[in-house]
């Protein structure tokens, strides 16, 4: 009992989904999905970094684009490395004492305006504007961009999911 039977499949529109997958998944057809991670990621850091006086180290987030499907988020304060490093409890390297900004104004103004402008009895006062020490305890490191990597890796294995499916949808 031989039975033939015969089994016909158009693979014709198959192919051509594969076609679209494999076109779609190129750096080039990629790199719309991966600038758009980034800048989510951008904001992300952007929320996290404290604003103290001027915000110049929230404003120092930039996104540049290394090549096709290559982005890099950074920040080019200087005061972000102790944010997210920390620093450990210190004394001043050559000065007598440390100087502390206790408001905006003085902050902007720095040290050396600051403190000629209290000896003369001017617009700054010590204590309530600003403060010498001779130690300082530091800062805890904040690790900003440390917790924000595992969540850029999940956003762009999400990201890169429903390109996928939005190139086998279409």
Do not use: C
């Not at 998944?25 to 006086?53: E, F």
């Amino acid at each position: 009992m031989a039975d033939n039977f015969r089994v016909i499949a158009d693979t014709k529109e198959a192919g051509a989904n594969m076609r679209r997958v494999r076109g779609g998944l190129t750096l080039k057809g990629v790199d719309k999905t991966v600038r758009r991670v980034a800048y989510v990621t951008h904001r992300r850091l952007v929320q996290r970094t404290p604003k103290k006086w001027t915000g110049m180290t929230r404003k120092g987030w930039r996104v540049f684009r290394r090549g096709p499907a290559s982005y890099s988020v950074t920040n080019k304060s200087r005061v972000m490395v102790y944010l997210e490093k920390g620093t450990r409890a210190h004394g001043p390297k050559t000065a007598k004492s440390l100087f502390i900004p206790l408001t905006r104004k003085a902050a902007l103004a720095g040290a050396r305006k600051v403190i000629e402008g209290a000896g003369k009895g001017g617009a700054f006062k010590a204590g309530r504007d600003f403060v010498l020490a001779k130690r300082v305890r530091g800062i805890k490191a904040m690790r900003i961009v440390e917790t924000q990597k595992p969540l850029t890796r999940i956003t762009l294995k999400a990201a890169m999911r429903l390109h996928i499916r939005k190139l086998i949808n279409i």
